[in-house]
């Protein structure tokens, strides 16, 4: 049997803890921030209406704890750039169409047939059944936005990670009934605080995400048990 001599192996091992020190290192994300419920009771052939994403850190305030509205479930309010709110729907809009059945109705509809539609006044699963009465809809989908910090930092080295909170709901417009759920809440950590999520690392290919990124890519994930 050959032997290894002892500092060929002293510098395996070295070499060895090098590299898992360095993997542990690079940019991974928090697990269990990213939730969806199962399936909605849905046929997939619905008229849904896509609602604008709403900034609530407007409303609540960046630095406080924000309730939504239609679960209770509470998120840390952060920085929202202008933006994101229609980045968030033109996506959310974008995957349904390409790989759902449902037919689209856009928020433009309630304008056009001469109703204004009052963002403010979307509070409730109520609220979102009667909007979507009045678009000739089936279901109504609707988004929350919280937070969007955005990273400081290069792709490989940060001072400040990426952060971002959003939800997305699906109500049923006949009886006002909330049919589903998802959620993302992260903020980017190094792979040693996130082991279990070595899938979101790989995608990631090691790097520190923009906030953009990190919530476009992540609103397909929360939507996979709408898309089945």
Excluded at 57 to 77: D, K, V
Excluded at 146 to 161: C, D, I, L, S, W
Excluded at 175 to 204: K, V
Aim: proline share 6%; hydrophobic share 45%.
């Amino acid at each position: 049997m050959r032997r290894i001599p002892i500092r060929s192996l002293s510098a395996a091992v070295s070499a060895a803890f090098f590299c898992l020190a360095l993997l542990t290192s690079m940019p991974g994300c928090r697990p269990g921030h990213l939730a969806s419920d199962p399936p909605p009771s849905t046929s997939g052939k619905e008229k849904v209406l896509i609602l604008p994403f709403k900034d609530l850190a407007a409303i609540y305030g960046e630095n406080a704890n924000i309730r939504c509205p239609l679960t209770g479930q509470l998120f840390m309010g952060g920085p929202i750039p202008a933006d994101m709110p229609s980045v968030m729907t033109t996506r959310l809009h974008d995957i349904l169409s390409a790989e759902t059945e449902y037919s689209l109705i856009s928020a433009e509809r309630i304008t056009e047939a001469g109703e204004a539609l009052n963002p403010a006044s979307l509070a409730s699963s109520k609220d979102l059944a009667a909007a979507g009465r009045r678009a000739g809809a089936d279901v109504v989908m609707i988004g929350h936005l919280y937070r969007f910090r955005e990273r400081v930092g290069k792709k490989f080295a940060v001072e400040t990670p990426a952060s971002v909170a959003f939800d997305v709901h699906m109500v049923r417009v006949s009886d006002g009934r909330l049919l589903w759920t998802g959620s993302l809440d992260e903020t980017q950590h190094s792979l040693s605080e996130n082991l279990f999520n070595i899938g979101m690392f790989l995608e990631r290919e090691g790097q520190w995400v923009k906030a953009q990124e990190m919530a476009t890519a992540a609103l397909k994930h929360v939507l996979q048990p709408v898309l089945k």
